[in-house]
Structures are given as C-alpha cells and as structure tokens.
C-alpha cells in the first residue's frame, strides 16, 4: 500500500485566498492616500509661509529704504513697487494726547507701511518717527 503525502502547498487552508489579498490592498492603498493628503497639505503650509515670510521682508525693506532721512521727512503719502509688491507709506500724528514743550524741536509722527503682494495678501507695519517741528512765522 502506498501512502500518498501531499505537499504543504496543495492543502485547502496553505496561502491567501483573493479576499484577503484585496482586503490587503485596500488597506495598504488607503494608507497611501492618507500619506499623500499629509503631504500635500505640508505642502501647502510651507508655500503659504514662504509667501508671508516674501511679503513681510518686502515690507521691512520697504521700511528702511523707502521712508525718507529725517531731515527730509514730511507728512503724507509715499507710494510705489518693489519686485511685483505695491507698498505706500503714510506719514502723520499719532493719536493722542502729546503735550510737547515749545523748547523740543522734534515731534513724534507715525509711519504706517502698507504692502500688498502679487496675491492680494496685505501687511501693515507702523513705526514713530521724530519729525522736526514746523516752524511757525
């Protein structure tokens, strides 16, 4: 009598049936998507701060070169583009009340800069300067 063996691999229970490998690859391909939405979204978080990080060095340049020395500096607005930015400067009192002796010959008045981006995004920036104080005849 002989005894017929037969290999593991022909046993009803050896091996994946299709179901499982498609439950396989539906979990696997799930958890790609999941990671390529993580990235995309890293994505665009950096390309937003890049874009701040471009509108608010456009507005301190603005601030240190567009803004007249303060022998020159007068009341009024000041406007203009740098690298595709329009930017305006506007100079004027500060509210409040100042009570400024006749003897001072400067004057606090406030800078406020304004840039707007190719995008529309806006940034502001103020800043006091002293201005001499007009002298009256």
């Known amino acids: 009598m002989s005894t017929v063996r037969h290999a593991a691999i022909d046993r009803r229970d050896a091996g994946f049936t299709i179901l499982e490998v498609l439950i ?18 890293n994505t665009r978080g950096v390309r937003k701060l890049e874009q701040h990080f471009a509108l608010m060095q456009t507005a301190q340049t603005v601030l240190a070169t567009a ?18 930015y329009g930017w305006q400067v506007d100079i004027g009192p500060i509210n409040g009340d100042f009570i400024i002796g006749k003897e001072v ?3 606090p008045e406030l800078v406020k800069v304004r840039v707007r981006s190719p995008s529309g995004a806006i940034a502001e920036l103020s800043t006091v300067r002293l201005m001499r104080k007009e002298r009256k005849q």
């Open 24 to 41: 396989a690859l539906a979990v696997v391909a799930a958890a790609i998507v999941a990671i390529g939405m993580v990235m995309a979204t």
């Open 67 to 84: 803004i007249l020395p303060r022998r020159d500096l007068a009341k009024g607005r000041l406007s203009g583009e740098l690298r595709d």
């Open 105 to 107: 010959p400067w004057t």
